[in-house]
């Protein structure tokens, strides 16, 4: 499964195009590896993303067809870490 509909289909972003942007930008990994918005997505990876001054981390834990409702999206994936980066740290 593409990667950006993954992260769509699971609700980890909103849109589809947020995704693609994400990717676009250097701001989303799977296995510690820069992603296109066409890389393919397996159980078992991790998914890492920066939004903003948010990075995080997701597992996936299965593939879905179609995007999900909101109360079965934990079956896909699965938060590892959410961490708050500081904007002064590179000063």
């Not at 701001?27 to 939004?51: M, T």
């Amino acid at each position: 499964m593409r990667l950006d509909k993954f992260l769509k289909y699971s609700g980890i972003v909103k849109r589809r195009t947020l995704a693609k942007r994400l990717c676009d930008g250097g701001l989303c990994a799977i296995n510690g590896q820069k992603a296109k918005p066409s890389a393919d997505v397996e159980p078992g990876d991790i998914i890492r993303l920066q939004i903003g001054m948010q990075r995080s981390e997701y597992e996936v834990l299965q593939l879905m067809t179609h995007e999900v409702r909101k109360a079965e999206r934990d079956q896909y994936s699965r938060r590892v870490s959410s961490e708050r980066l500081d904007p002064l740290a590179d000063i």
